[in-house]
């Protein structure tokens, strides 16, 4: 095992070993998110002709899980390990900023897809799945997951106490997810509030990934690819450039 | 006196910090080296930078200007190679709750490329008197346990050149004697040592050449016995109730009812004796020993010009 991979699954045991906390939790909520919102609007809302209101729920709270479970997970490692001053044990091998990064990113990304396939996995008892076009699914999940996953590097070098992360999460990471169409179809906004959405990342990822599942979106999935795939690697450079340096981690 | 590369090279290395006050000098141009399979002391009070001086070796901290070398391999440059040759035991009690032992040190083993430690981390553990905690989780352990698990970490790698920061702190007497035995063991089979420390009999039994830091300078570095031979030879003990005459109190050292007064002959204590008769100060327990490296190190401490210029 080189000296990445090791601590790739290091991170991966980490959160395995509370996975109580960390996976069967976010796949309680999301679930509970289903069953509130597909019983009180299954019988009001229709997004797309055909597709019931739950079944056009599922792939949003699937993606939702995903985002937030890739974000939190490098962001609590980090930012616990730098509290608690573990973190010295990495700073003191050879460890280059490539490593760090590959396995902050992978295992948070590994966690993400976890969660989401057991969100997945509870809500076939409640609405059948269709796979238009499964590679989509699969390319969406990993390259969201990867974003987020990086987004929460980024976010746990950068604070400096727990409730610092918390404020990046509450006002930041929660409302981009939820305002990015996981429970509706930005068709249904008034042209404002579309032309807003269109302006947030989060909107492409969870719109990408929903065309995976019925081949019909809001946007072109190649756009949302384009978009994704350009977010993730502007914000790759970021998080190699703090490793790199040593941002709050080295003085 | 050798012709090989030292183990570790520190070559003018300045280290500022820009504070809200401005910028502060933890460390003003410290040069010194210390050769291979040496036992070397870092000594100084709180704040003298020593700690800095250590974080830059180990890489936690980067040099504001010169550099550090490892066996020749720069600290900055060629980080990884010289991290490879350091095994460093931090100040600070930390550990990751998430583990138990032998996980954090399987782990600490992979960071550094080294596959099936197995057989080498039983030793360790075994060494240290961990034998019996391989499997238990970090947070169950006591501190000292857990000052050994720091020391073992350090340690996964075989690394020629092991960095001790303030190991002792706080530390019982029976885990300082398994330490120093460790410790001293590994320095004869030819691993070289850095050790920082307050307890200065420490310092004294172990370490054969010392470096004594003040305001980020280095204000002595020699052999430990010739820093001992420019001390005053011998040292006046007593204790009292009474108040000390003016020229004595302003050179004896103080610590609750026993002072402590500097005599280079027999004619110098003598001239003590009488002034404290003179004064008629009631002195008891009087006894005579030679100077230690806690008298060096105050006296260099004292006359050393090491001020802070900011």
């Not at chain 1, 974000?71 to 973190?87: D, R, T």
Request: hydrophobic share 50%; aromatic share 10%; charged share 15%.
């Amino acid at each position: 095992m080189t000296g990445w991979q090791m601590l790739f699954y290091k991170e991966v045991l980490r959160f395995w070993k509370v996975s109580f906390q960390t996976v069967a939790a976010p796949v309680l909520t999301a679930v509970l998110y289903l069953l509130i919102f597909g019983h009180v609007l299954e019988d009001h809302v229709k997004v797309y002709d055909s597709i019931s209101y739950t079944a056009f729920l599922v792939p949003g709270l699937v993606m939702m899980s995903v985002l937030q479970n890739a974000f939190a997970n490098s962001s609590s490692s980090l930012i616990q390990s730098k509290i608690m001053g573990s973190l010295v044990f990495q700073l003191l091998t050879p460890l280059s900023h490539w490593a760090w990064f590959l396995a902050y990113v992978g295992s948070s990304t590994v966690r993400g897809l976890v969660v989401g396939l057991g969100v997945f996995v509870v809500t076939l008892a409640f609405a059948v799945p269709q796979f238009a076009a499964p590679l989509w699914i699969f390319v969406f999940a990993l390259l969201g997951a990867a974003l987020l996953a990086t987004l929460g590097v980024i976010a746990g070098l950068w604070a400096d106490k727990f409730d610092q992360l918390a404020a990046f999460q509450n006002f930041i990471i929660v409302p981009m997810t939820f305002l990015s169409g996981v429970f509706y179809s930005i068709a249904s906004l008034p042209p404002f509030w579309q032309a807003v959405s269109h302006l947030n990342p989060f909107f492409y990822m969870i719109d990408g990934f929903r065309y995976g599942f019925f081949g019909q979106s809001d946007a072109s999935p190649w756009l949302s690819l384009g978009i994704v795939g350009t977010a993730w690697l502007v914000v790759s450079l970021l998080a190699v450039h703090l490793l790199r340096t040593g941002y709050k981690i080295r003085s | 006196m050798h012709g090989f590369m030292p183990a570790v090279s520190f070559q003018s290395v300045s280290k500022t910090y820009s504070t809200p006050k401005g910028p502060f000098h933890a460390l003003s141009g410290v040069s010194l080296d210390i050769e291979e399979g040496e036992f070397f002391g870092l000594l100084g009070p709180n704040g003298a930078g020593k700690t800095t001086l250590i974080s830059i070796l180990a890489g936690l901290a980067r040099a504001t200007q010169g550099r550090v070398l490892v066996q020749g391999c720069d600290v900055h440059a060629d980080y990884a190679n010289a991290r490879r040759k350091l095994g460093v035991v931090p100040q600070e009690l930390v550990f990751d709750p998430f583990f138990n032992v032998r996980e954090a040190l399987r782990f600490q083993s992979g960071y550094f490329g080294v596959r099936h430690n197995d057989d080498w981390i039983d030793e360790l553990l075994s060494s240290l008197g961990l034998a019996d905690k391989a499997n238990a989780n970090m947070r169950q352990l006591s501190g000292g346990m857990k000052r050994r698990v720091l020391v073992a970490q350090a340690l996964v790698h075989k690394p020629p050149i092991i960095v001790l920061d303030e190991p002792t702190a706080g530390v019982d007497v029976e885990l300082r004697q398994t330490l120093w035995h460790f410790i001293a063991r590994l320095n004869k089979e030819g691993h070289t040592v850095l050790l920082t420390t307050h307890y200065l009999e420490e310092a004294e039994a172990l370490c054969g050449r010392i470096a004594m830091l003040k305001n980020g300078r280095v204000v002595a570095l020699d052999r430990t016995s010739e820093l001992l031979k420019a001390a005053s030879g011998n040292v006046l003990v007593f204790k009292t109730d009474s108040t000390l005459p003016p020229a004595l109190a302003a050179q004896a050292r103080v610590t609750g009812r026993v002072v402590q007064l500097a005599a280079h002959d027999a004619q110098d204590i003598e001239h003590h004796l009488a002034a404290l008769r003179e004064a008629g100060v009631d002195v008891q327990d009087v006894e005579i020993r030679r100077a230690d490296l806690e008298d060096v190190f105050l006296s260099v401490m004292a006359s050393a010009t090491g001020g802070q210029t900011a």
